[in-house]
């Protein structure tokens, strides 16, 4: 009889002993999970300090009973693998109850013991015990418990990441006044800035102080009458007080104990994997939080915090156990993630153009991008909600090579069907053929992403050229040092007057589209006209009726609608 360990308890963890047992129902399966619960929801952890779910049992999927009971397995909770012993197929375990240490075998071995906060040293005080991380049903239930009692009125979260934008809507949304630090330019880093400052202005309408562009230098906390309060230092000399401080800047991965074992890691300490989970020691396999997996856009391994390809290798793991044959190996990830705030929801597949420029490739060049900004059905059906999209596309080939979106509604749609696509090698033209399932009520006869796939085909072709905001602001810029003057381009709104009215924009003249025709002598004919109008459709027209009379077009990508939002 075969006898597998796995060491975490979590999603990959449960996952590969649940399916293993499926496969296998005489194979002997141990579970050793360093915390008291196995197969909890770490994902909704912001939402139980908000009160969002009932309670902190709603985050247990699965008791440690009723896990044992359903799949047959042995489980340790509180019990810790301090050692692996590759050469005779054994493990040392810490009983955590008593500080007991015993020693296990095993014909395999699954790694899936998670990752850790991360806690920089560079920040002074980061390790007291006051500053709190947020990473198990524990340290959200002690930070719950503290909002509900009034204990906590203001806090400070270090991380505009997915679980910093979460925390800091939960703690608004619970009475706390919230100070989001973020080091970048704006929160949701993993997103083009342009897409991430969408996010940013909204948390601050929504009562979050946010500060970009700044980091944690260092915490000081001080007691007053029997009262603690912590105070953060930034790097731009400002400092924050408040009852709570919470670091949310990302993980480091929980492989301390593989030394000596041949297994090897990447710089970060990340185990590196095979497509089949392999870590390159005999019968040895790591998944989830822990391990790096391959990026199907890249093909090089990433980190990737993430329940999905957790739950997808653990699947691959155990069919490799089980015997199955013709088990087909790990594709990749996309990537894919997505975050809702106060009712904005932003979600990326793949990479984004500030990513990919980072990596050395050049924009128009070695790729180029596409921005629609759409409705998530038919405006004429109530209920539509505003979508921004953007794609990034490889310059030779079409290929997709990521997708970002932004709206009220629907970017769940969006980033999934993308990522299906970016998993096949797909192309603008593929997100052009998309066969979307249309109703009023659910669509439009070409959704978004068709309308996605269309711009970047014309684009492609030569059709049309866009102009995003940063770049304008950088000429409106100029144009404001230069009396209002811009020696190569020449601005144009094509709404109707009552439009500009309620929202313009600076430094654009203003010729509705219907009398576009009429007007041409009013546009030069030596500068670069750019384009805009409420969100697009109206400034490629008129750039196409322009071309047709020789004029150099291009269009603001999102229109004044985009505009007003990142403005």
Same mark, same amino acid.
């Given at each position: 009889?075969?006898?597998?360990?796995?060491?975490?308890?979590?999603?990959?963890?449960?996952?590969?002993? /649940?399916? *293993?047992?499926?496969?296998?129902?005489?194979?002997?399966?141990?579970?050793?999970?360093?915390?008291?619960?196995?197969?909890?929801?770490?994902?909704?952890?912001?939402?139980?300090?908000?009160?969002? *779910?009932?309670?902190?049992?709603?985050?247990?999927?699965?008791?440690?009973?009723?896990?044992?009971?359903?799949?047959?397995?042995?489980?340790?909770?509180?019990?810790?693998?301090?050692?692996?012993? &590759?050469?005779?197929?054994?493990?040392?375990?810490?009983?955590?109850?008593?500080?007991?240490?015993?020693?296990?075998?095993? %014909?395999?071995?699954?790694?899936?013991?998670?990752?850790?906060?991360?806690?920089?040293?560079?920040?002074?005080?980061?390790?007291?015990?006051?500053?709190?991380?947020?990473?198990? @049903?524990? %340290?959200?239930?002690?930070?719950?418990?503290?909002?509900? +009692?009034?204990?906590?009125?203001?806090?400070? @979260?270090?991380?505009?990441?997915?679980?910093?934008?979460?925390?800091?809507?939960?703690?608004?949304?619970?009475?706390?006044?919230?100070?989001?630090?973020?080091?970048?330019?704006?929160?949701?880093?993993?997103?083009?800035?342009?897409?991430?400052?969408?996010?940013?202005?909204?948390?601050?309408?929504?009562?979050?102080?946010?500060?970009?562009?700044?980091?944690?230098?260092?915490?000081?906390?001080?007691?007053? %009458?029997?009262?603690?309060?912590?105070?953060?230092?930034?790097?731009?000399?400002?400092?924050?007080?408040?009852?709570?401080?919470?670091?949310?800047?990302?993980?480091?991965?929980?492989?301390?104990?593989?030394?000596?074992?041949?297994?090897?890691?990447?710089?970060?300490?990340?185990?590196?994997?095979?497509?089949?989970?392999?870590?390159?020691?005999? =019968?040895?396999? /790591?998944?989830?939080?822990?391990?790096?997996?391959?990026?199907?856009?890249?093909?090089?391994?990433?980190?990737?915090?993430?329940?999905?390809? /957790?739950?997808?290798? /653990?699947?691959?793991?155990?069919?490799?156990?089980? =015997?199955?044959?013709?088990?087909?190996?790990?594709?990749?990830?996309?990537? +894919?993630?997505?975050?809702?705030?106060?009712?904005?929801?932003?979600?990326?597949?793949?990479? =984004?153009?500030?990513? *990919?420029?980072?990596? =050395?490739?050049?924009?128009?060049?070695?790729?180029?991008?596409? !921005?629609?900004?759409?409705?998530?059905?038919?405006? #004429?059906? &109530?209920?539509?909600? !505003?979508?921004?999209?953007?794609?990034?596309?490889?310059?030779?080939?079409?290929?997709?090579?990521?997708?970002?979106?932004?709206?009220?509604?629907?970017?769940?749609?969006?980033?999934?069907?993308?990522?299906?696509?970016?998993?096949?090698?797909?192309?603008?033209?593929?997100?052009?053929?998309?066969?979307?399932?249309?109703?009023?009520?659910?669509?439009?006869?070409?959704?978004? *992403?068709?309308?996605?796939?269309?711009?970047?085909?014309?684009?492609?072709?030569?059709?049309?050229?866009?102009?995003? @905001?940063?770049?304008?602001?950088?000429?409106?810029?100029?144009?404001?040092?230069?009396?209002?003057?811009?020696?190569?381009?020449?601005?144009?709104?094509?709404?109707?007057?009552?439009?500009?009215?309620?929202? +313009?924009? &600076?430094?654009?003249?203003?010729?509705?589209?219907?009398?576009?025709?009429?007007?041409?002598?009013? @546009?030069?004919?030596?500068?670069?006209?750019?384009?805009?109008?409420?969100?697009?459709?109206?400034? #490629?027209?008129?750039?196409?009726?322009?071309?047709?009379?020789?004029?150099?077009?291009?269009?603001?990508?999102?229109?004044?609608?985009?505009?007003?939002?990142?403005?």
């Amino acid at each position: 009889m075969s006898r597998t360990i796995i060491i975490g308890g979590s999603a990959a963890g449960a996952t590969v002993a /649940a399916r *293993l047992r499926r496969l296998d129902e005489h194979q002997e399966i141990v579970i050793y999970e360093k915390g008291p619960d196995i197969s909890y929801a770490s994902c909704g952890l912001p939402y139980h300090i908000g009160g969002v *779910l009932p309670g902190k049992q709603s985050l247990v999927v699965t008791s440690v009973g009723a896990f044992v009971t359903k799949y047959n397995v042995e489980v340790k909770p509180l019990h810790e693998v301090l050692e692996i012993h &590759p050469e005779n197929r054994t493990v040392t375990v810490k009983r955590l109850a008593d500080g007991k240490t015993i020693t296990d075998s095993y %014909d395999s071995l699954v790694i899936a013991a998670g990752a850790s906060p991360a806690v920089p040293g560079f920040i002074k005080g980061a390790n007291l015990p006051q500053i709190k991380t947020l990473r198990t @049903i524990a %340290d959200a239930d002690c930070i719950r418990k503290d909002v509900i +009692s009034g204990k906590i009125r203001s806090a400070v @979260i270090a991380g505009g990441g997915f679980i910093g934008v979460e925390l800091a809507e939960n703690l608004i949304r619970s009475g706390v006044r919230v100070t989001l630090v973020e080091l970048k330019p704006e929160v949701l880093g993993v997103m083009d800035s342009e897409l991430g400052r969408l996010m940013t202005k909204h948390l601050v309408r929504s009562g979050v102080d946010v500060r970009t562009g700044t980091g944690i230098k260092s915490f000081i906390v001080s007691s007053a %009458d029997g009262t603690e309060t912590v105070d953060a230092e930034l790097t731009d000399g400002t400092h924050v007080e408040s009852d709570l401080a919470v670091l949310a800047l990302g993980i480091r991965p929980n492989t301390d104990f593989l030394k000596n074992t041949g297994i090897s890691t990447d710089e970060k300490g990340f185990i590196r994997v095979t497509p089949y989970f392999e870590t390159g020691v005999d =019968g040895i396999y /790591a998944a989830g939080d822990i391990a790096a997996v391959s990026h199907v856009v890249t093909g090089k391994p990433v980190s990737s915090a993430l329940a999905g390809p /957790a739950v997808r290798g /653990a699947r691959i793991i155990a069919g490799r156990i089980a =015997g199955l044959k013709d088990v087909p190996g790990f594709p990749g990830t996309a990537g +894919s993630g997505i975050v809702q705030a106060f009712n904005l929801q932003a979600g990326i597949t793949g990479f =984004g153009a500030e990513y *990919l420029e980072a990596s =050395g490739l050049v924009r128009d060049r070695d790729f180029f991008t596409a !921005f629609v900004s759409q409705k998530s059905h038919v405006g #004429w059906f &109530p209920g539509a909600g !505003f979508l921004f999209i953007k794609g990034m596309f490889e310059k030779k080939s079409g290929r997709i090579l990521g997708v970002e979106a932004v709206g009220s509604v629907s970017v769940d749609k969006v980033i999934d069907a993308a990522s299906a696509l970016i998993l096949k090698h797909g192309t603008y033209r593929d997100l052009a053929d998309f066969d979307a399932a249309y109703a009023p009520q659910f669509n439009a006869p070409k959704s978004p *992403l068709n309308m996605l796939g269309f711009t970047a085909e014309n684009i492609d072709l030569g059709l049309e050229s866009q102009t995003d @905001i940063q770049t304008l602001l950088r000429i409106t810029g100029d144009m404001e040092r230069n009396g209002g003057s811009s020696g190569e381009y020449y601005l144009l709104d094509v709404r109707e007057p009552s439009e500009v009215r309620s929202m +313009s924009l &600076p430094y654009f003249s203003n010729i509705p589209l219907g009398t576009l025709r009429d007007s041409l002598a009013e @546009i030069p004919k030596d500068k670069t006209v750019i384009i805009t109008c409420a969100v697009g459709v109206r400034a #490629w027209n008129a750039a196409r009726i322009l071309a047709g009379y020789g004029y150099r077009t291009s269009v603001l990508t999102g229109g004044a609608s985009f505009y007003a939002m990142y403005r």
